[in-house]
């Protein structure tokens, strides 16, 4: 059982590049999310999905954008990406909307924008 | 005021030890409360998870909730080597879901 997928874990970016994160659940949620996870800040919310065909805005949503492409799979994406971008990336998922005991992460993705 | 607080440590104690770790909350509306393990280079993985103000136990694990304080504890006995992670307490509530900053903690054999 895969659970939340992943990819890419680790990448470097130039500053102003994009790229796109991929996210898949096999676990029938309807809810899934991208963290992002910095020292000393805990995990904020960059964007979420509460059931398939929606998104919102989270915490922290500017210079990124997302698609819920099915009910497994939820991107992220940096048109143009920023240092202030270097992070570590959870995507999650869950039965319901901020459902606490029903979350699940990712194992993270290590990206770097020099 | 931040709506959650919780001290980042680091926290480092010797293996056996009794640990405590600790978080501070502002809104009202949370009614859920839970204790998250993130290991080096994993993502958090729920370890407790409660919903009224007093003790919850699991093998040498303790979540304390004090809704009147608004103030939640997790509690480690006989700590172990494996242990040593970073811990987030998270808040669920009106639709939100909050995490502390986590607390890291080693423990040391």
């Known amino acids: 059982n895969a659970g939340v997928t992943q990819t890419p874990k680790f990448q470097v970016l130039k500053t102003g590049q994009s790229m796109t994160l991929q996210c898949a659940q096999d676990m029938n949620h309807n809810s899934m999310y991208w963290y992002r996870q910095d020292p000393g800040m805990g995990l904020r919310l960059i964007y979420y999905s509460a059931s398939e065909g929606t998104t919102d805005k989270g915490e922290v949503p500017n210079g990124y954008n997302v698609s819920r492409l099915n009910k497994r799979e939820f991107s992220l994406r940096l048109e143009s990406a920023a240092p202030s971008q270097t992070s570590v990336y959870f995507c999650a998922s869950s039965e319901a909307p901020a459902s606490g005991n029903t979350i699940y992460f990712g194992e993270g993705s290590w990206l770097t924008v020099v | 005021q931040k709506e959650v607080e919780q001290d980042p440590g680091p926290l480092s104690v010797p293996e056996g030890a009794i640990v405590s770790l600790n978080c501070t909350y502002s809104?009202?509306?949370?009614?859920?409360f839970m204790w998250y393990r993130q290991y080096s280079r994993k993502g958090p993985e729920l370890l407790m998870y409660t919903y009224s103000s007093g003790n919850k136990e699991d093998g040498r694990f303790t979540a304390q909730v004090d809704k009147s304080s608004k103030y939640i504890s997790l509690f480690i006995r006989d700590s172990q080597p494996s242990d040593s992670a970073t811990y987030l307490c998270a808040f669920q509530g009106a639709q939100k879901l909050v995490f502390g900053q986590g607390t890291r903690l080693t423990i040391n054999p």
């Open positions: 809104n009202s509306a949370f009614q859920y």
